[in-house]
């Protein structure tokens, strides 16, 4: 069993910058791969970004690329998201997961936190 609480979220303008912390708890070192995704009103949830055990691999979508970086601590079981630049369609619940393998599928991951809110205003 893994627990994954994630903070960090808010309002911000666009243009700005917000950072979002999971820290996970449990059987973690069985699970590898850490990751987000986010869920607009209306929408689906939505792969984001991932990242191995290491910290050798990472993937994202394109439309986050060059603008949030996902970085572990294992030391401190803690996964970060920092989102720069942000733009009013980045506006979603940001979830936090947790697997086996990379994939951009969200029933490809066997944890999820409980989510936490990121506004961005134009």
């Known amino acids: 069993q893994v627990q994954l609480v994630e903070s960090g979220g808010g309002l911000v303008q666009a243009g700005g910058s917000l950072r979002l912390s999971c820290a996970a708890s449990g059987r973690t070192f069985s699970w590898p791969v850490m990751g987000w995704f986010r869920q607009a009103p209306g929408t689906e949830r939505e792969f984001v970004t991932a990242?191995?055990?290491?910290?050798?691999?990472?993937y994202s979508t394109d439309s986050v690329k060059g603008r949030f970086t996902i970085s572990r601590d294992n030391a401190k079981s803690t996964v970060y998201l920092q989102m720069n630049s942000l733009k009013p369609e980045d506006t979603a619940v940001y979830y936090c997961?947790?697997?086996?393998?990379?994939?951009?599928?969200?029933?490809?991951?066997?944890?999820w936190g409980q989510g936490t809110q990121v506004t961005v205003s134009s």
């Open positions: 990242i191995a055990w290491s910290g050798s691999s990472i």
């Open positions: 997961v947790a697997g086996l393998t990379f994939t951009r599928e969200a029933r490809g991951y066997d944890y």
